[in-house]
Structures are given as structure tokens and as C-alpha cells.
């Protein structure tokens, strides 16, 4: 009865109790298959997995290996050893205290402890088994004699007498030792069939698993990117409508501005037609001829307006033009903006194209910083001379544009006045025609301080166009749209408003352009659209 193992060495350490089909993890310890199986998905739960031993971590669920050699131990051991205490069968023997029994004996019907065993009778008709309350199971229910044979063909238990004279007589028998090792064979063969079968299982569940997670991962990860592609969608369509919206109050702005300007100069005139009126109408009362003719400002009184046909050509021109609102290049902003984006392309981030100045264009006025961002007004500077150096306090960037679709942004703050915009490389380098805006081969905006404050205009060929308000940002954008003939001038502010719009035919490469008055102003880069 004595064992070479001891029990705690046999016992798993989750439920306490002799191993049931052990099993071995990749650290060497042992558990039962299904004690460690309700272990790991309970730690599934939680995100990680380990040992309940050693707590060695595994980054994946990790696979259970069958330990026979255990398995062939805990068999011995239990056969050698069987668990009294949890039997809970006592010796009957024993009256003044319960002592667990060690062995049955058929024929007497009793059970036995070490003490009582020992002083048995050794006969072989007193049969010992294992401890057992069930004794009436071990005899014939007929002859009330030891179940010893198994008859094959009834697949029943008969004691001698069922052999010899009962209803088994001449029937195929064998002992109960040997139809219990044959059917304890079958059910080793079934039950390897049925382990199998089980870590087959138990794959296949891992691999739905390890499917699910990745079915997840991809799922995070598609969730992630689609989130961030309508995000971005949506964050480019607000672009563009502030874009759009601020293009159309611009434009009515102007508009407006423009109006008004020509009703106060028609009301002008209106107010000085009605003061000739008047004093035609005391002439014609008077009764007098020598007054009469007499008058010195008659001609005047006859002259007509010279500007009252431009007045009336601008008037319709304004009326047939449709209010001056420029809706072909809203329309063409709009579907152009949203074409980019149903497309893909980015409104700002693909082919970012860096803007630098060339120090070779700088006026003898301006000083370029290192790294050919920044532009401040310094006076008396000797710039050596080149051809492309310009006489006043202007600079071009270096590179030129002549396709696409490009927008960059200049940092204002650090000067009153300045002007910004584009210029064709044939541009004037000296005299007042040089000037960013002031000749038909550049286009500008730009800021003075007057009397009233700082004012802000669009200027092309020499001819200004005061803007309504002021500028209230420190950043100002410029876009080109080059095959379109478009420059627009933006002011950074949120939203963004649309500041003006020049439209042409270019028929040379274009340049950024600057002029600092004084202070510095910054160009922040370019980027293709």
C-alpha cells in the first residue's frame, strides 16, 4: 500500500484533489485539463495569460500538452492507494470510534480496517475488494453466492451456480478479471480515441480564436482608418464651404461697396442738377428781361453732364453683369473643391513644395534671413549687384510656378506696411513700375497706414481696389490655381475670408513676391494642391 510518490505531489494545485487528466505547460507545471482551461478563460477576459505557479506570462493562450508520465503515476498510485477518506466507507468492526476500512470481504459483508484485516480469515472463499457499502451488488441476486464470472453472451455477472446449473449453463464465461481487462482495454482505446478527438477540438477552438482576434485587430484597425478618412472628409468639406461662403460675402461685399460708392456720387450729382433746376426755374419767374440777360451763369446753367453717359455705361454694366457676383468662379471653386476630395487628393498635404527667397532679387533695403523665410526691412545694405536685384525693398521667391493648383502663407504681424502677391519674372527692377501691382505683370495685396488707420487694397496695372474692412489676422494666404488664371487673396482668419479675386490668362512662369516697408514679414511655405 505504500507509494513511491507522495500524495501532494499528485495533487493539483487549482482544485486541491489527485490530477484528473494532467496536463503541461511550456514552464514545466502541472495542472488538470480542465482546472487550467477555466483558468485561462478566465484570464482571457482580462487581457493577458500565466501560470498560477511560477505567474510566468505568455503573450498567447498557451497550448496544453498531455503528460502521460503523470498520468501512468496518478493511476498506480490511486490503484495502490485508493482514498479512504473520500470513500467514507468505515470498518465495522470498530465500535468505540470510526476508523475508515482498507478492504471489503464478499462473504462476510463487512468492511475492514489495518487492525481487523490483519486478524481475517485467509481462506479464498473470503474474497477482498476495495471498500465498498454496496456489498449486496457482489452477490448473485439468485443463489446469493459471489458474482465471480462474466458471461459473454448475456453480458451479465453470475456466480459458480448460474455457470453450472442456472440459466448460463454451456455459455461462453470468462472470470471477472479477464472481461474487466478486456473491457478496460476497449475503454483505453475509446478513450485515446476520445482524447484525440478532444485536442483536435481544442485546436480547431484555438484557432477560431486566434481567428477572432485577428477578425478583431483588422476590424479595430479598419474602424480606426475609416474614422479617421471621414474625419478628414469632413473636416475638408468645412474647408471648403468656409472657403465658398466667404468667397460669395466677399464678393457681395465688394459688390456692395461698389454700389455705394456710385449712389453717393449719383446722389451728388442728383443734388447739384436740382440746385440748377432751382435757379433756372427763378430765372424763367422773373419778370424783368434785363436781369434775365443779364445773368452770368447761364452757360453753365445749360451745360449737360459730360460723365452722365459713363455714369449710365457703368449703371448697366453693373445691372446687365448681374450685381458684379462673379458665379462662374464660385461654381468653379466649388466643384473643383469637392472633385479634389471625392478624388482623394488632399487640400494640403500632398507635393508640399517649399517657397524661399532669392537673395539674389532682395533690394539693397531688405535683409533675408538664413534660412530664406523671413524678409526685414534694413536700410543701407550692399547687396552685391546682380541683374535680378530689384531698387526697392522687394524679393521674389526662388522658385517659379507655371501649373497646378498652390497656396502658401505669409506672416504679416511683424510690419505696418507690406505688400504680397505674384509677379512674372519679367518684371520691371527699378522705377515705380517695378513695384508689385504697379504694372500688368504682377498682382497685389497690400497695407498702408493712413490717416483713417491701416488700409488694405488689391492692386493690378496701377489700378487699386479698396478693401471693405480690415485684415484681422496676422496671416494672409495666397492661392493660384495657374491653369485656371485665378490668384486669390486670403485672410486667415476663422473662418477664413476670402479677400479678392483676380482673374487673367498668364503667359509667364509666376513668382511670390514681397515688399517690406518696414519690420519683417515671414513666408511660411507652399504647398500643391
Known amino acids: 500500500m505504500a507509494s513511491a510518490y507522495p500524495r501532494a505531489e499528485l495533487e493539483c494545485s487549482v482544485c486541491l484533489n489527485i490530477y484528473t487528466d494532467p496536463v503541461t505547460l511550456r514552464c514545466g507545471h502541472n495542472f488538470c485539463r480542465d482546472c487550467i482551461g477555466r483558468v485561462m478563460d478566465t484570464q482571457e477576459r482580462s487581457g493577458g495569460y500565466s501560470c498560477t505557479e511560477c505567474r510566468e506570462k505568455f503573450q498567447e493562450r498557451p497550448a496544453l500538452h498531455r503528460n502521460i508520465t503523470l498520468r501512468n503515476i496518478e493511476e498506480n498510485f490511486l490503484s495502490a492507494q485508493p482514498d479512504q477518506e473520500e470513500s467514507g466507507v468505515l470498518c465495522t468492526q470498530c465500535y468505540h470510534a470510526p476508523v475508515p476500512a482498507v478492504k471489503s470481504c464478499l462473504l462476510c459483508e463487512a468492511s475492514l480496517c489495518d487492525n481487523h484485516l490483519r486478524l481475517h480469515s485467509k481462506a479464498p472463499e473470503h474474497v477482498l475488494c476495495d471498500p465498498t457499502t454496496s456489498l449486496e451488488n457482489r452477490k448473485c441476486s439468485i443463489h446469493r453466492k459471489i458474482l465471480e464470472y462474466y458471461c459473454t453472451e448475456d453480458s451479465a455477472c453470475i456466480c459458480v451456480s448460474c455457470r453450472l446449473d442456472g440459466e448460463h449453463r454451456g455459455h461462453q464465461v470468462e472470470t471477472l478479471d479477464e472481461a474487466s481487462g478486456k473491457k478496460k482495454k476497449n475503454l483505453r482505446n475509446v478513450l485515446q480515441k476520445l482524447m484525440t478527438e478532444r485536442e483536435e477540438m481544442e485546436r480547431r477552438v484555438q484557432s477560431l480564436e486566434e481567428h477572432r482576434r485577428r477578425v478583431q485587430g483588422e ?8 474614422t479617421a478618412l471621414l474625419r478628414d472628409l469632413r473636416r475638408r468639406l468645412e474647408d471648403l464651404e ?14 456692395s461697396l461698389y454700389v455705394t460708392d456710385m449712389i453717393r456720387e449719383l446722389e451728388i450729382k442728383k443734388d447739384e442738377l436740382s440746385r440748377k433746376m432751382r435757379h433756372i426755374e427763378e430765372l424763367c419767374n422773373m419778370t424783368d428781361p434785363l436781369t434775365v440777360l443779364q445773368e452770368s451763369d447761364t452757360g453753365d446753367l445749360c451745360d449737360t453732364e459730360d460723365g452722365d453717359d459713363e455714369d449710365r455705361e457703368r449703371h448697366d454694366r453693373l445691372l446687365h453683369d448681374g450685381g458684379d457676383l462673379d458665379v462662374a468662379g464660385i461654381s468653379h471653386t466649388l466643384h473643383t473643391g469637392i472633385s479634389d476630395i471625392m478624388s482623394g487628393q488632399t487640400s494640403g498635404v500632398s507635393g508640399v513644395t517649399d517657397i524661399l527667397l532669392d537673395e539674389n532679387t532682395a533690394g539693397n533695403s531688405l535683409q533675408i534671413s538664413h534660412d530664406r523665410k523671413t524678409a526685414s526691412w534694413a536700410p543701407y545694405l550692399n547687396h552685391p549687384e546682380t541683374p535680378e536685384r530689384f531698387q526697392y525693398s522687394q524679393v521674389l521667391s526662388s522658385r517659379s510656378f507655371s501649373s497646378g493648383r498652390h497656396y502658401w502663407e505669409v506672416d504679416v504681424g511683424g510690419s505696418h506696411d507690406w505688400r504680397v502677391g505674384m509677379c512674372y519674372p519679367s518684371i520691371e527692377r527699378s522705377g515705380e513700375q517695378s513695384g508689385i501691382g504697379y504694372n500688368e505683370k504682377s498682382w497685389g495685396l497690400e497695407r498702408w497706414r493712413g490717416l483713417m488707420g491701416n488700409l488694405y487694397s488689391v492692386i493690378h496695372d496701377r489700378k487699386k481696389i479698396r478693401l471693405p474692412g480690415n485684415v484681422s ?3 494672409v494666404r495666397i492661392d493660384l490655381d495657374y491653369e485656371a488664371g485665378r490668384i486669390s487673396f486670403y485672410d486667415l482668419c476663422d473662418p477664413i475670408r476670402l479677400l479678392h479675386t483676380f482673374t487673367t490668362t498668364f ?4 513668382h511670390a513676391g514681397l ?12 504647398t500643391q494642391m
Open 507 to 510: 503667359t509667364e512662369p509666376l
Open 515 to 526: 515688399c517690406v516697408g518696414k519690420g519683417c514679414i515671414k513666408i511660411s511655405g507652399g
Open 242 to 255: 468656409k472657403r465658398v461662403l466667404s468667397d460669395i460675402s466677399g464678393q457681395a461685399e465688394r459688390t
Open 219 to 226: 476590424a479595430a484597425g479598419e474602424t480606426e482608418r475609416v
Open 473 to 475: 489676422s496676422d496671416r
